[in-house]
């Protein structure tokens, strides 16, 4: 069962067009990442999902459903959503938000703390809102959404504004709800951040769909080339000389960097593990932030 789908959308805002035939689905228990620059339709996609606004042409499926009509009021209860800003009244104390949300989706006093818990805001329960910072304000907007836990959470630049830590507990909190077989679908521009808690992505340029593919397609998209750090006791020269086939060496006494190219990455990785000096090795892929910039670039010159 498709939880989102959109097929063949086109929306203009007046005469500016905004989405042109997009079409992509995210299933159960998949966490999607919406990605492309500003105004490429991220936020107009996620209305869309919503039944804020009606597409051109095209249609919108929301835990299949239309998302506008009388089918509205079932889906609501099967969604969470969090805006990019939040704004909750400053003298409300954050369980007693909860639990007033919780009342309207019949979510249980266990599913209160163990959300608040999931999201790192339960210490802050007791404590009126307008004292928390913008981090804790989105945890508990995110802990507020997945009460009930709704089969599909929506998510519109979530990690805007913070902090490195707030950003962890964030994606965790997201990539748990998709492993519990729900569909997660948010846009981002924090692209290195993502990584390990997203497994698609749905990249977006100019109102189109340019790639709608899972992280390993997206990282093999380019084939770019490969930095493997090396660390190395004792290495001989001929260790060195051998590893210079593969690819620019830059090296000190205990570290070397070198640089390969896509399809020289697994015969470089056999020689490097097959020498007894080498103690440690890591590889340095691209970052998804590079492989997008290249991607558009690559793009504009088609």
Not at 7 to 28: Q, R
Not at 111 to 138: P, R
Not at 144 to 151: R, W
Request: aromatic content about 6%; charged content about 20%; some cysteine.
């Amino acid at each position: 069962m498709t939880n989102i789908r959109y097929k063949n959308i086109n929306f203009s805002y007046g005469t500016a067009p905004i989405l042109h035939d997009v079409s992509f689905n995210v299933e159960p228990g998949m966490c999607c990442a919406l990605i492309g620059h500003n105004g490429a339709g991220k936020t107009t996609l996620i209305k869309l999902l919503l039944g804020m606004i009606k597409p051109n042409a095209g249609s919108v499926e929301l835990c299949q459903f239309n998302p506008i009509g009388k089918h509205e009021k079932k889906i609501k209860k099967q969604i969470g959503f969090v805006p990019e800003s939040i704004n909750f009244q400053p003298n409300n104390i954050g369980l007693q938000l909860m639990q007033y949300v919780a009342k309207l989706k019949g979510a249980s006093a266990k599913d209160i703390q163990d959300k608040m818990e999931l999201t790192n805001i339960a210490f802050a329960q007791h404590k009126k809102i307008g004292a928390y910072s913008k981090g804790m304000k989105q945890r508990l907007g995110l802990a507020q959404a997945m009460l009930g836990n709704p089969k599909v959470l929506i998510l519109d630049e979530p990690a805007s504004g913070l902090d490195p830590d707030s950003r962890q507990i964030l994606y965790r909190s997201l990539q748990a709800h998709a492993k519990a077989g729900n569909t997660v679908m948010f846009s981002s521009h924090a692209l290195n951040d993502i990584e390990s808690y997203i497994d698609h992505i749905i990249l977006l340029n100019e109102g189109g769909v340019l790639m709608d593919c899972s992280i390993a397609q997206y990282r093999d998209s380019l084939k770019l080339p490969v930095m493997i750090e090396i660390q190395t006791t004792n290495a001989s020269v001929s260790f060195y000389n051998g590893l210079k086939e593969f690819g620019k060496l830059d090296y000190d006494e205990h570290v070397t960097h070198i640089t390969v190219d896509y399809s020289n990455k697994l015969p470089a990785l056999a020689y490097i593990s097959a020498n007894s000096c080498v103690t440690d090795l890591r590889l340095l892929d691209a970052s998804l932030e590079t492989i997008y910039h290249e991607l558009l670039k690559n793009e504009e010159h088609t």
